[in-house]
């Protein structure tokens, strides 16, 4: 890409146009040319857009991947282990309700 052109002020196109028809047509094809560099390189940048958001849906999907739903083995899943259901009450033993040793016969 060349030296991006300069818009023209209202005074410089007078100035130009007072010089002539060449130098208003001289004016108007670097435009020109300016405006084609840009689309050119628009479409470059949409392009590369479209790439990288296809590389990051790879990457977020391959990263949703689990032993639960592909065929990883577990061990690949790491440390961090799933979330299960918490029971209401705690699992174990249960103590009877505590006794006075005057309750006792």
Do not use: W
């Not at 130098?23 to 940048?45: G, K, M, P, R, W």
């Not at 479209?50 to 949703?64: G, H, S, Y």
């Amino acid at each position: 890409m060349t030296t991006p052109v300069r818009i023209p002020t209202a005074e410089e196109i007078r100035v130009r146009y007072q010089q002539g028809k060449e130098a208003v047509v001289a004016v108007f094809e670097q435009l020109l040319a300016f405006i084609h560099e840009l689309q050119v390189s628009n479409q470059e940048l949409q392009v590369s857009i479209q790439e990288l958001q296809a590389r990051i849906q790879a990457l977020e999907d391959q990263l949703a991947k689990n032993s639960r739903n592909s065929s990883k083995p577990p061990s690949s899943d790491g440390l961090k282990q799933p979330k299960t259901a918490r029971c209401a009450r705690p699992v174990g033993r249960t103590l009877a309700p505590s006794r006075d040793i005057r309750d006792i016969p």
